[in-house]
């Protein structure tokens, strides 16, 4: 897919009515004071930049860009708006919807984010596609799709405190869901920016990679008991083979285990007399 083609174009006003939402919408709701402030303005002043549309069908068009100009153009009693009318594929409808409307009014990360979703399972478009049309590294993609694999809990409350992206990725850093919910409500009642988050979730997880550490010397620990008493077994038991009438006694306690191993001693050889 090239984006870099000449398309076939032309500029009309166009009903509203007759304006479907694209297929893959990029934002999905918008503040009322934000339509209202630009409605004041269209009123005034007009549309400055046309709509983005598509033929759909023999008589209606489908939106590219520009939902936020055509919500607030009804808003205001508008009829009709100019369109910049353009013959294209869906995929290239979907790219150029990512980068106009980015460049104009960016989307919450998290609406961008289900597009760029969208696009791949809908349309078929691969992460290294989106990134050449979009200007972006696919790794950069990639690792922001990461933030959609958190939980729905976890999205919402990020969508509805409207956190920052820094603040997404950071949580991904922490694998353990319970604990990354509990820092979650931390980062929210602490109003933390995306600096101060990074620091806490770096103090967060030095201390369970200590705890980790500790557990795992516990069990080192342990396991080397077990070698020991298994040692003291096998002495034994070699002994016993070579005809030594040893015996071992194990003691368990609540604070420690004690092993007696008993190894009568060979006759002494008789005293000589006295000359």
């Given at each position: 897919m090239?984006?870099?083609?000449?398309?076939?174009?032309?500029?009309?006003?166009?009903?509203?009515?007759?304006?479907?939402?694209?297929?893959?919408?990029?934002?999905?709701?918008?503040?009322?004071?934000?339509?209202?402030?630009?409605?004041?303005?269209i009123?005034?002043?007009?549309?400055?930049?046309?709509?983005?549309?598509?033929?759909?069908?023999?008589?209606?068009?489908?939106?590219?860009?520009?939902?936020?100009r055509?919500?607030?153009?009804?808003?205001?009693g508008?009829?009709r708006?100019?369109?910049?009318?353009?013959?294209?594929?869906?995929?290239?409808?979907a790219?150029?919807?990512?980068?106009?409307?980015?460049?104009?009014?960016?989307?919450?990360?998290?609406?961008?984010?289900?597009?760029?979703?969208?696009?791949?399972?809908?349309?078929?478009?691969?992460?290294?596609?989106?990134?050449f049309?979009?200007?972006?590294?696919?790794?950069?993609?990639?690792?922001?799709?990461?933030i959609?694999?958190?939980?729905?809990?976890?999205?919402?409350l990020?969508?509805?405190?409207?956190?920052?992206?820094g603040?997404?990725?950071?949580?991904?850093?922490?694998?353990?869901?319970t604990?990354?919910?509990?820092?979650?409500?931390?980062?929210?009642?602490?109003?933390?920016?995306?600096?101060?988050?990074?620091?806490?979730?770096?103090?967060?997880?030095s201390?369970?990679?200590?705890?980790?550490?500790?557990?795992?010397?516990?069990?080192?620990?342990?396991?080397?008991?077990?070698?020991?008493?298994?040692?003291?077994d096998?002495?034994?038991?070699?002994?016993?083979?070579?005809?030594?009438?040893a015996?071992?006694?194990?003691?368990?306690?609540?604070?420690?285990?004690?092993?007696?191993?008993?190894?009568?001693?060979?006759?002494?050889?008789?005293?000589?007399?006295?000359?």
């Open positions: 090239q984006l870099n083609r000449p398309f076939h174009t032309h500029v009309c006003f166009i009903a509203i009515r007759r304006i479907r939402p694209p297929r893959i919408p990029l934002r999905k709701k918008y503040e009322p004071q934000e339509l209202n402030r630009l409605a004041w303005s009123r005034r002043h007009g549309i400055l930049q046309p709509l983005l549309v598509r033929p759909y069908g023999s008589k209606e068009y489908e939106l590219i860009s520009g939902e936020k055509l919500r607030s153009a009804a808003l205001c508008q009829k708006v100019p369109c910049l009318v353009l013959h294209c594929s869906d995929q290239e409808a790219i150029l919807s990512l980068t106009t409307d980015a460049e104009s009014a960016p989307p919450p990360f998290l609406d961008e984010l289900k597009a760029i979703r969208c696009m791949i399972e809908q349309l078929h478009l691969s992460v290294s596609e989106i990134a049309q979009t200007g972006r590294h696919p790794s950069d993609i990639f690792d922001r799709l990461q959609l694999e958190l939980s729905r809990e976890e999205l919402d990020l969508d509805r405190y409207r956190l920052k992206e603040h997404a990725l950071e949580l991904l850093r922490i694998k353990d869901k604990l990354r919910q509990i820092v979650l409500g931390e980062i929210i009642e602490e109003r933390m920016n995306v600096a101060r988050t990074g620091e806490y979730i770096d103090a967060v997880l201390e369970k990679n200590r705890q980790r550490r500790l557990l795992q010397t516990n069990r080192f620990i342990i396991k080397n008991v077990r070698i020991f008493e298994n040692t003291i096998n002495a034994v038991s070699t002994m016993q083979s070579a005809g030594i009438r015996v071992s006694h194990r003691n368990e306690t609540d604070t420690y285990t004690e092993y007696t191993v008993r190894i009568p001693k060979q006759n002494a050889p008789s005293a000589r007399s006295a000359g």
